[in-house]
């Protein structure tokens, strides 16, 4: 119950219940650790595929492939920050409620 409690924020007089900050830190928590294990998985099908193929315009098509995730996975793994970072420069001084809000749930 004590997890529960310092997870809840207030934005502009509007209470946040604990439960929803709970689950989406749950939510961004599983997708910063599954991206990057799918993505680990993906390459590996994609670029074994072009191995098994032989093919040079094959190789360079499935590294190719594999670089366009790898950017896609960094911007997803990296969206929190970018979130944080758009709030506090929109917001400005006055962003302090709102900062301490994704705090707790990032």
């Known amino acids: 119950m004590e997890f529960i409690q310092t997870l809840s924020c207030t934005i502009g007089g509007i209470t946040v219940p604990p439960e929803i900050t709970k689950i989406l ?6 997708i910063q650790i599954g991206v ?3 993505l680990v998985i993906w390459g590996m099908l994609d670029l074994g595929k072009a191995v098994v193929a032989q093919k040079e315009d094959e190789i360079k098509k499935g ?10 996975a960094a911007i997803v793994f990296f969206v929190v920050v970018i979130v944080e970072f ?3 420069i929109v917001a400005g ?3 302090t409620g709102i ?3 994704l705090k707790s749930i990032f």
């Open 86 to 88: 758009i709030v506090q």
């Open 93 to 95: 001084p006055k962003a």
């Open 63 to 72: 590294q190719q492939v594999f670089i366009k995730r790898l950017l896609a």
């Open 36 to 38: 990057p294990i799918l």
């Open 99 to 101: 900062v301490g809000c």
């Open 25 to 30: 830190k749950a939510v961004i928590d599983a």
